[in-house]
Every structure is written in structure tokens, then in C-alpha cells.
């Protein structure tokens, strides 16, 4: 019996050279319209209610039906598991998550988008500029190196309220690109 190696992304792979891959990122609509939000909290400081922000906006501005579903991880560190995909599944068909504002967050905050999108949710992950090589990183660990997320200036955690709900409003179109088919005609950076 060969020895066993531990793959700490908690990727299994059936075979040598088999490498997990993104498959493309999950279909998009088109626009907005009606669409359940799912809004991923990831506990770090001003992030639910950045997120809160965005779904708001993305009901009054962009027609979304309703935020169908908002959760809290219980790590900040950890990528989001299997049972809370499942709900978002259910809920919801988009989901935005973030803010990765710190290391272990923004690289948890990429494997929960990548997560999403597997499971054919489209996801906006928001980090913020000083974790950039950390979400490369993390994408290239889950095997999707051109992952893409949207990039805001760190940091997010001291901003005062107003000053989070300007910040959703400035992400906002690049939200909605991202989560939609406008994300292969941008162009921006995310």
C-alpha cells in the first residue's frame, strides 16, 4: 500500500497528475434582474456591513429581488464547507463574500469563491490590496490560477460607516459585472 499524502487544501485526487480546476466560472445572467443575493460574512470588521450595503444596493439600483440569504462563517480563516454551499445553492444565484482584509481571510475569501462558482453559483469576492499575492496564492492551491476577484485599498477594517457604505456604492458596478455576463466585456481588474 503506497504511503497517503495530505493535501491541507482538502482536495482529493484520484490519480497522479490530476489537478482539481475551475472548469470555467458558472454561467451568468445577463443582468440583475430578480436575482436572489446571497451575502457570505466572513466576520472580519465592516464586512457584513459592506455586504449588507451591496445588497441593498443591488435591490433598489439593479432590480435583485431580494437578499435571499445571509450567513456568517464560524472561521475567518477557514474556506467555506460543503453544507453552507448547499444552502446557497438553494437560496439563492449569486452570492458576494468578503472582505479579505487580512492573510488567511483573503486566501479563505478566494477557495469560498472558487467554492461557489464549482457549484455553479456566481461569486464576487472581494479582497483588499495588500492581499492580492495571498489570493493568488490561494487560487493557484484550488487550481484555478486565473481566479479572479475584485481589489479594494486596504484597509476596510477602520472605516467609519459612511465610509463603507461609499466604498459599496464605488465596487458596485464592478459587483455587477462580476456577477454577470458584462464580466467577460469589461475589462476591469478584479
Known amino acids: 500500500m503506497p504511503n497517503a499524502i495530505l493535501d491541507p487544501t482538502g482536495r482529493a485526487r484520484s490519480g497522479e497528475g490530476d489537478k482539481p480546476s475551475l472548469e470555467g466560472l458558472a454561467p451568468r445572467r445577463t443582468d440583475l434582474k430578480g436575482a436572489r443575493i446571497g451575502l457570505l460574512d466572513n466576520t472580519k470588521h465592516n464586512a457584513m456591513l459592506f455586504l449588507q450595503e451591496v445588497g441593498r444596493l443591488l435591490v433598489s439600483e439593479h432590480g ?6 445571509v450567513e456568517t462563517k464560524r472561521s475567518f480563516s477557514v474556506p467555506v464547507d460543503q453544507d453552507i454551499v448547499d444552502r446557497y445553492k438553494t437560496s439563492c444565484d449569486v452570492v458576494i463574500t468578503g472582505v479579505g ?13 472558487i467554492n461557489f462558482e464549482r457549484a ?30 475584485i481589489v479594494t485599498q486596504h484597509p476596510m477594517a477602520i472605516l467609519e460607516p459612511d465610509q463603507v457604505a461609499a466604498r459599496a456604492k464605488q465596487l458596485l458596478p464592478e459587483i455587477v459585472a462580476t456577477l454577470t455576463e458584462q464580466a467577460a466585456t469589461s475589462g476591469g481588474d478584479r
Open 64 to 69: 435583485a429581488a431580494e437578499v435571499g440569504i
Open 101 to 113: 482584509d487580512c492573510g488567511s481571510c483573503s486566501a479563505a475569501a478566494v477557495a469560498d469563491g
Open 120 to 149: 455553479g453559483l456566481p461569486a464576487a469576492v472581494v479582497l483588499t490590496d495588500a492581499f492580492v499575492v495571498t489570493g493568488k496564492t490561494m487560487a493557484n492551491m484550488q487550481g484555478a490560477p486565473d481566479y479572479e476577484w
